[in-house]
């Protein structure tokens, strides 16, 4: 009772600071900044509160603490975004036998997605404990890749002026020929989560000689079509969507969901306090069946979850469910034709992915419709499988945090990689 009443205190503490930041900011760009604090503080804090430490880890100390040893890499893209690329060395006796995989997050991840579910369910882990060697990247914007050679994310509104069509187009390009000259490869195994499917699929279609860099992909809830979805509120908000982003951009709220931000302190909070009413929001937003994730996972991955990313790639994504269709950025007539050369987006040419593909897909994904998966199977030139995991209630997260995601997922993954390396 009296340890609630503390936390209670020191919330409503922390929300007054903010107003108080919020009413005195004359930042043009990101007035919903949580007053800002150094770290340690921040973390003494959370300490107080009595948060598991494993959520607000980074990257590097989450895995040293499991015993895995990592490394910082920084990337630059030739439009001068600087990004960090993790990489977990191999765990196992012939390291220089080890294959490079990329991994690439979703939509307002980071690269601790791979590991905060712990040793046995994290996919990092598990790929590093089979002798590969582990890249997980983190697309421009993000909590790790906030930096750019000339832009200020805190003071150019036109540093946040991206999608996921620049992850694809420059991101992930530039951190495959990064990763490909460190480890003196000429191909590498890519794994995508939602998003960053999506990222695979526009890179393919922009740049197909990429393909040749790529032995085999996964796509994890694969993102592409969204024309099926069926979340009534995310179809009532793209239909919309113009007058959202119009009002959001001209408060200045170009960056969302950051790590740094209120909403994340507050929605991290809830999760620590409640996490089954946590639990409900992945219900309520992917169709997630409740005791499927480990309960100790929900609150940790809501501490890494909500790292940062852009409006406009919202809106992208708000145009593909409000179009139902698979294509760039819409800036308007005027703009598309200088663009693009033409007055409406182009779509993305999937059938230019040469690449191997497995498609792995939920029956139960409320982000990512069988029906959509099937028309972008359809299309794709090289497809190994569409392998729909057979477990009627699996969801969008059940791919990287469930229960049964190493019996299902992962050692389809692993068998996958082994039958490619060879041919390799
Ligand atoms: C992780 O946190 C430690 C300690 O605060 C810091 O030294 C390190 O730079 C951080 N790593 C990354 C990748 O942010
Ligand atoms: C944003 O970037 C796109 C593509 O590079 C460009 O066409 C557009 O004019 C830019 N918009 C702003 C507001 O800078
Ligand atoms: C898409 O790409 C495929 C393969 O390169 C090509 O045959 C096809 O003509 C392209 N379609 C369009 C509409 O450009």
């Not at 340890?3 to 760009?29: A, D, E």
């Not at 590498?188 to 999506?198: K, P, V």
Request: aromatic share 12%; proline share 5%; hydrophobic share 40%.
């Amino acid at each position: 009772m009296e340890q609630y009443s503390v936390k209670r205190v020191l919330f409503f503490f922390i929300l007054t600071l903010y107003t108080l930041h919020i009413v005195t900011s004359r930042s043009s760009i990101r007035p919903n900044k949580l007053v800002s604090y150094s770290i340690p503080e921040k973390r003494l804090l959370k300490k107080a509160l009595g948060y598991n430490e494993d959520t607000y880890l980074n990257f590097t100390e989450l895995a040293t603490k499991y015993k895995y040893p990592t490394e910082v890499h920084t990337v630059t893209t030739e439009d001068g975004y600087i990004l960090s690329v993790f990489r977990i060395l191999p765990k196992c006796s012939e390291p220089a036998k080890s294959y490079p995989v990329l991994l690439m997050h979703g939509l307002f991840d980071t690269a601790d997605l791979w590991i905060l579910a712990g040793t046995k369910i994290g996919l990092g882990y598990v790929l590093a404990d089979n002798c590969y060697d582990v890249w997980a990247a983190n697309s421009r914007g993000n909590h790790y890749s906030r930096r750019h050679v000339t832009l200020d994310p805190n003071k150019d509104p036109e540093y946040w002026n991206f999608t996921f069509d620049e992850n694809g187009n420059f991101d992930v390009p530039a951190t495959i020929d990064y990763i490909l000259e460190k480890t003196r490869s000429l191909k590498l195994f890519y794994i995508g989560h939602s998003q960053g499917t999506t990222t695979y699929f526009t890179m393919g279609s922009l740049r197909p000689d990429y393909s040749n860099k790529v032995t085999l992909a996964v796509q994890l809830a694969p993102v592409a079509w969204l024309k099926n979805l069926n979340n009534p509120l995310a179809v009532l908000a793209a239909r919309n969507y113009e007058i959202i982003q119009t009002t959001l951009e001209s408060a200045g709220f170009s960056e969302l969901f950051a790590r740094d931000h209120l909403e994340h302190f507050v929605i991290e909070f809830l999760c620590q306090m409640a996490p089954r009413l946590c639990e409900l929001a992945f219900t309520l937003t992917t169709g997630y069946k409740q005791g499927t994730i480990p309960l100790s996972t929900i609150p940790v991955a809501i501490g890494h979850l909500l790292s940062g990313g852009s409006l406009k790639n919202l809106a992208h994504f708000a145009q593909l469910i409000k179009y139902g269709k698979f294509q760039r950025y819409d800036e308007g007539k005027k703009d598309n034709l200088r663009r693009y050369g033409s007055p409406t987006p182009p779509p993305y040419n999937v059938s230019r992915i040469s690449s191997p593909i497995v498609l792995v897909a939920g029956q139960n994904d409320g982000l990512s419709q069988l029906r959509d998966v099937a028309k972008l199977a359809s299309k794709l030139p090289n497809l190994v499988e569409n392998y729909i995991v057979p477990i009627s209630y699996w969801s969008h997260h059940n791919h990287i945090w469930g229960f049964t995601a190493p019996d299902l997922v992962f050692s389809k993954i692993l068998k996958y990689f082994n039958q490619f390396k060879t041919e390799y």
